[in-house]
């Protein structure tokens, strides 16, 4: 056998660093790397095929739903941003321009798209005439670029992938129905595919995104308790249509403005699935989301019949699973220990012995533990194992959220319990932007969410003690 290659290094421990443990997973798995350009990087293939199977099956739900998908420019005219002017002030700071078309200076300055409400704009302006014309709804995958200040992989570089949905409606309500359509949607998916638990609800109007009436948010919790903002989806009402003079003529022949949205996730995706379901052995990938669902690896494979048998059971599985057979001339041990890395469920050894006894070895990801399986239930055993796997890693993340979730009667206590074990905290808020800017302020927290459809709460604001409006929860996020 060749000389192996050093074993899969062993990463920083999850509760002694977790920033650095949340790097060397995204570098010793294979999923990116730091480019040559401050902010940006490189997604590998195994970060990249993560990616694929979150668009592929983001993009069935959306194509299902009525959704076409387009694709606008990345340049936007300066004089096409400032046309709404709460959306410009909101990314004026994050937003790069070109200046410069080879040698010669640019008669208007580029912007980089940092989103794209505007481009859509311009074009329903045109597009849309008529009430037959509505609804839009249409769904971009595009890149995006933001000049952030403090970037880490997938959780905030300043290009990044993403899906942008931008729809135009006839009436107020239609809009509204469809925000809160794709907000469910989005957590639907989030909790079903990638097994991520996901609080929905309304930002404040300090939160909410630039030129939106409303925004609304699946929020998830991380494993060292400290929030993650998974998707958004915006209600714009007619604010942008005003601005841009999008109308259209109803039935009785009247000019009425149109009401539209904007929803968006992005490849923070790969971020959250890291940071709430990976072990101190690297990554853990729900089945649904995982590019290779079983990893085969032979056992002695020099000898007669192995990678025989070994590709006999991939062919058998092939027709329902994502499986790979590795037959690289490295020891099993560095292949067990690579393959746990990377998070791949399920992991079959088959050797001589095995075959001889007519079974092979199952170990299951996220808890190591061995299975043997006769071979002619091979099938039925993998399907059961992806489908517990699955459940389990979902019901391990609400465990971890229910027990970091907690409620205060004042900022000093919201800033204690944090302080101790960060979280979530529900605490009731009258609404007043000087006592959100004082949680932030004294408590280096931030409002993550409005829950949907809660009664008005008896308890008083816990920063000034006047009457609330509603309950919050409040956290330290990413």
Same mark, same amino acid.
């Given at each position: 056998m060749a000389k192996?290659?050093?074993?899969?290094?062993?990463?920083?421990?999850r509760d002694v660093d977790f920033?650095?443990?949340?790097?060397d997973i995204?570098?010793?798995a294979?999923?990116?790397?730091?480019?040559?350009i401050?902010?940006?990087?490189?997604?590998?293939? /195994?970060?990249? !095929?993560?990616?694929?199977?979150?668009?592929?099956?983001?993009? +069935?739900? &959306?194509? #299902?739903?009525?959704? @076409?998908?387009v694709?606008?420019?990345?340049f936007?005219?300066?004089?096409?941003l400032q046309?709404?002017?709460?959306?410009?002030?909101?990314?004026?700071?994050?937003?790069?321009?070109?200046?410069?078309?080879?040698?010669?200076?640019?008669?208007e300055?580029?912007?980089?798209?940092?989103?794209?409400?505007?481009?859509?704009?311009e074009?329903f302006?045109?597009?849309?005439?008529s009430?037959?014309?509505?609804?839009?709804?249409f769904?971009?995958?595009?890149?995006?670029v933001?000049?952030?200040?403090?970037t880490?992989?997938?959780?905030?570089?300043?290009e990044?992938l993403?899906?942008e949905?931008h729809t135009? /409606?006839?009436t !107020?309500?239609?809009?509204?129905e469809?925000t809160?359509?794709? +907000?469910? &949607?989005y #957590?639907?998916?989030? @909790?079903?595919?990638?097994?991520?638990?996901?609080?929905r609800?309304?930002k404040?109007?300090?939160?909410k995104?630039?030129?939106?009436?409303?925004t609304?948010?699946?929020?998830s919790?991380m494993?060292d308790?400290?929030a993650?903002?998974?998707?958004?989806?915006?209600?714009f009402?007619?604010g942008?249509a005003?601005?841009?003079?999008?109308?259209?003529?109803n039935?009785?022949?009247k000019?009425?403005?149109?009401h539209?949205?904007?929803?968006?996730?992005?490849?923070?995706l790969?971020?959250?699935?890291?940071?709430?379901?990976?072990?101190?052995?690297g990554?853990v990938?729900?089945?649904?989301?995982?590019?290779?669902q079983? !990893?085969?690896?032979?056992?002695?494979?020099?000898?007669?019949?192995?990678?025989?048998? #070994?590709?006999?059971?991939k062919?058998r599985?092939?027709a329902?699973?994502r499986v790979?057979?590795d037959?690289r001339?490295?020891s099993?041990?560095?292949?067990f220990?690579?393959y746990e890395?990377r998070?791949?469920p399920?992991?079959?050894?088959?050797?001589?012995?095995?075959i001889?006894?007519?079974?092979c070895?199952?170990?299951r990801?996220?808890?190591r533990?061995?299975?043997?399986?006769?071979?002619?239930n091979?099938?039925?055993?993998?399907?059961t194992?992806l489908?517990?796997?699955?459940?389990?890693l979902?019901e391990?993340a609400?465990?971890?959220?229910?027990?970091?979730?907690?409620?205060?009667?004042?900022v000093e206590?919201?800033?204690?319990?944090?302080?101790?074990?960060p979280?979530f905290?529900?605490?009731a808020?009258?609404?007043?932007?000087?006592?959100e800017?004082?949680?932030?302020e004294?408590a280096?927290?931030?409002s993550?969410l409005?829950?949907?459809?809660q009664e008005?709460?008896?308890?008083?604001c816990?920063?000034c003690g006047?009457?609330?409006?509603?309950?919050?929860v409040?956290g330290?996020?990413?």
């Open positions: 192996d290659k050093k074993m899969v290094e062993a990463i920083t421990a920033a650095k443990w949340y790097t995204v570098k010793k294979g999923l990116a790397e730091y480019s040559g401050k902010g940006c990087v490189i997604l590998l293939p /195994h970060g990249y !095929a993560i990616w694929e199977q979150i668009q592929k099956e983001l993009d +069935l739900r &959306l194509k #299902a739903t009525g959704h @076409e998908n694709y606008f420019p990345m936007i005219p300066e004089s096409l046309k709404e002017k709460d959306h410009v002030e909101g990314f004026a700071p994050e937003v790069a321009m070109v200046t410069h078309g080879g040698s010669e200076q640019l008669a300055r580029l912007c980089l798209r940092p989103t794209s409400e505007v481009l859509f704009c074009y302006a045109n597009a849309i005439q009430h037959r014309d509505l609804p839009k709804k769904n971009q995958w595009a890149n995006i933001r000049w952030e200040k403090t880490r992989p997938f959780l905030r570089t300043t990044f993403w899906q949905g135009a /409606h006839a !107020a309500e239609e809009a509204m469809h809160l359509a794709i +907000l469910h &949607l #957590a639907d998916f989030c @909790e079903d595919f990638l097994a991520l638990p996901v609080l609800g309304l404040t109007d300090k939160e995104f630039a030129g939106a009436r409303q609304f948010t699946i929020e919790l494993h308790g400290q993650l903002q998974t998707g958004t989806t915006h209600n009402g007619d942008f005003r601005a841009f003079g999008i109308q259209y003529t039935k009785e022949n000019l009425e403005y149109v539209q949205t904007s929803w968006g996730l992005s490849t923070r790969i971020g959250a699935v890291i940071m709430t379901h990976g072990d101190d052995n990554l990938l729900p089945p649904k989301i995982a590019p290779i079983v !990893a085969i690896i032979p056992v002695q494979q020099h000898k007669e019949g192995v990678l025989d048998t #070994a590709n006999a059971l062919a599985l092939d329902d699973f790979k057979i037959d001339d490295y099993p041990g560095w292949k220990a690579e890395m998070g791949v399920i992991r079959l050894e088959i050797g001589p012995k095995d001889e006894a007519g079974q070895v199952l170990v990801r996220d808890n533990e061995k299975t043997i399986v006769p071979l002619e091979l099938e039925q055993a993998v399907a194992a489908e517990e796997l699955q459940k389990e979902y391990a609400l465990r971890n959220r229910e027990e970091r979730t907690d409620k205060a009667a004042s206590e919201l800033k204690a319990k944090l302080d101790a074990r979280g905290i529900e605490a808020w009258c609404g007043s932007l000087d006592c800017d004082a949680v932030k004294q280096t927290a931030t993550r409005i829950p949907l459809n008005k709460p008896a308890e008083k816990f920063v006047g009457a609330a409006e509603c309950m919050v409040w330290r996020a990413y």
